[in-house]
Structure formats: C-alpha cells, structure tokens
C-alpha cells in the first residue's frame, strides 16, 4: 500500500476572525477621518483631527455645562398631539411615538434650571434628534415655561437652538409659535431679566425668525448652520452663487449677526462670565 494512502491531513485549528462594529466609528463630516466612539463624550463630540464640531446630543450637552451634570427639569404643560390629524407618508401620531422611544423625551425640548459656574439660570434647549428640533406647540410653550420661570426667579435664561424650523405636521398652529415666544421675550426683556442663546447646528426656519435670533448676546458654535431658508433654496431664488461660506456662524459674527463664535471647550466658562455679569 502506498503511503500516499495513509496520509492524513494535520489537525490545525483556527479561530474565527472577529469583525469591529461599524457603530463604533463615527466619521467627521468635515475631513473624514475616522472618531472613535468612545473619544466623542470626553472631546465634547469635536473632532481631534480638523476641530469641526459634530452634532453634540443633548444630554451630554447638559451634563457638561451644569455644574457636576446637575439639573432640576422644569415641567411644561402638556399638549395634546395631532391638532390637525396630519398625514402624509405616515400620521403624525406615529412620528412622535416614534421619536419619543428613540428619544425618552415627549417633544423637542428640555426645560431645566441648575447652576453653570456657580452662576444659576434657567435653560430651555432644542433636541434636534426629535423630529429635527422642529417647533411645535409644544416646543412654543416650553419656551414661554422657561421665560416665565427665569422671570419669576430672577436668573439669565439661555436657550440652546438646533432646529430644522417650524413643524409642518402642525401647519399654522406651529407658525403661531413664533409670535407667542417673542412675546413671552418681549415681557422677559421688560423684567430686565438677561437672554442668552446658543446657535448650535443647524438653526433654521421659523426658530431663527423667532427666539433664537432675541438674545441680550448671541453666540454660536464653529460651523453652524443658521438662516432662514436653507443656501441651496436661496440659490436657486436668486439664481446666483452664493458668498463664501455663506449662513456659517463665522460669516454671520463678521456681518454683526452673531456676538461670538464659541468652540465647545469654551462655552461653559463663557456662559458662566456672561451670566455672572449681565445677572
């Protein structure tokens, strides 16, 4: 009998290679490199290689800019949903039982009063991960909460803006939104009470034609997105190019729009100055 015959294969073991979650990766919009996951929280969601500044979720936000990540949310009313019976490809009731599982929140907002540098405000800030930030009634009346809140208490409020606008699923009722928080505001101002806002990205539509755009002082973060309508529509209108870099927040602060442009690992410490002096 040949050998040949005999012959048995070596037993060799192997492992199974094991695969790297693509969710732990974020990639920079701006120069593409790639983020660690677990690097966004403490480099306060900017990227080390080029400084943009990437969506800062709303919680981590919070929790950096309250003194320990301490704060008391302020309860608004609620408001009953779908005033309008709104469909389109799906019913409005449906979106937001779908964004509020994904968000743990009932709309796009958190009212909350803590202390930032040792300095108390108020704060009303815009969750941009519910249905793009967008202005709803509910969002309307959490503004004009936090106005009468800071009032009746005395202390700066600061409002921190990320919006795609107006939301269309409420038609004119989120329209009238606009006029009720200027005018909540407007009462604010008269109480001799400091506002101040954060322009974060994106600020659009009918936020930016209604309380984001009323701040004692304006600030914005590098980058953000802030105008009306977005560029590619006003393009488009006035069949021209655009200027460069055009509706970015460095383009508004050089044309008197915006007070300061403020990197995130200076806001705390601005925030705090501004409300210890204007306060």
């Keep these: 009998m040949s050998w040949l015959t005999n012959f048995s294969k070596p037993k060799i073991s192997t492992r199974k290679k094991r695969g790297v979650s693509a969710s732990v990766w974020a990639k920079c919009p701006a120069c593409g490199d790639l983020i660690y996951d677990q690097d966004l929280v403490p480099n306060l969601y900017v990227c080390g ?8 979720p709303l919680k981590e936000r919070l929790a950096a800019w309250f003194d320990k990540g301490l704060y008391t949310e302020i309860p608004v009313p609620h408001m009953p949903d779908d005033p309008l019976q709104f469909k389109d490809r799906k019913r409005y009731k ?4 779908e964004a509020r599982k994904a968000t743990g929140r009932e709309d796009a907002f958190v009212v909350a009063s803590g202390e930032v540098g040792g300095n108390p405000c ?33 202390t700066p409020l600061l409002a921190v803006t990320a919006s795609g606008g107006a939301r269309m699923q409420e038609s004119v009722f989120s329209l009238m939104q606009m006029a009720r928080t200027t005018a909540a505001l407007a009462d604010l101002r008269e109480a001799g009470v400091p506002y101040i806002v954060m322009l974060a990205d994106p600020t659009t539509g009918g936020v930016t034609a209604s309380f984001a755009m009323l701040g004692d002082v304006t600030l914005a973060e590098p980058g953000a997105l802030i ?7 006003i393009a488009q209108t006035i069949g021209g190019t655009l200027p460069e870099g055009f509706q970015r927040a460095e383009y508004l602060k050089e044309h008197g729009m915006v007070d300061a442009v403020v990197a995130r690992g200076a806001q705390k410490t601005t925030i705090a100055r501004l409300i210890s002096l204007l306060g």
Excluded: I, N, T, Y
């Design 49 to 56: 290689a080029c400084g943009h500044h990437l969506r800062w």
């Design 94 to 97: 449906d979106r937001l039982k």
């Design 122 to 154: 108020v704060v009303v800030a815009l969750d941009f991960d519910f249905m793009a930030g967008s202005m709803s009634r509910a969002v309307g009346e959490a503004v004009v909460v936090a106005a009468q809140a800071a009032q009746a208490a005395k």
């Design 227 to 233: 105008g009306f309508a977005g560029p590619r529509v």
